[in-house]
């Protein structure tokens, strides 16, 4: 599986971005996907994750600094996940990266739990 990210760029602090992640491969449905990041500085992170179907609330997680702002979404037709962020802080500064992998679900905010990832797109909120 190859991952592209994209969507990031420059933002004021209380706007919106919507992050995508493209999959190669016939077999992106079969995988959780995951969104990290990292800032300057700053060890990775876990960000958001859903589940291969997605298809419940039980089947996406939220890092506690972005619940109620970030939204993760997949479409399996177009082996693509997003990342909705709205409300941004400066705080969440970082190269935002996606990874696809199959965790257990108690696992699924553990980054070595996944296999395949992106380059990164840089999101950049301005005060």
């Known amino acids: 599986v190859q991952l592209q990210a994209s969507g990031g760029g420059l933002v004021q602090a209380g706007g919106s971005l919507r992050l995508s992640c493209a999959a190669s491969?016939?077999?992106?449905?079969?995988?959780?996907m995951g969104w990290f990041r990292q800032a300057p500085g700053k060890e990775r992170e876990f960000v958001a994750a859903?589940?291969?179907?997605?298809?419940?609330?039980?089947?996406?997680d939220y890092a506690d600094s972005v619940k109620g702002r970030f939204t993760i979404s997949r479409d399996n037709a177009k082996n693509t996940v997003y990342l909705q962020i709205d409300s941004l802080k400066p705080e969440d500064t970082a190269v935002y990266y996606c990874a696809a992998g199959r965790p257990p679900a108690f696992r699924r905010d553990q980054s070595g739990e996944y296999t395949y990832w992106g380059q990164g797109t840089l999101v950049t909120v301005s005060s």
């Open positions: 491969g016939r077999t992106f449905s079969s995988y959780d």
């Open positions: 859903i589940s291969w179907s997605g298809d419940s609330i039980n089947d996406v």
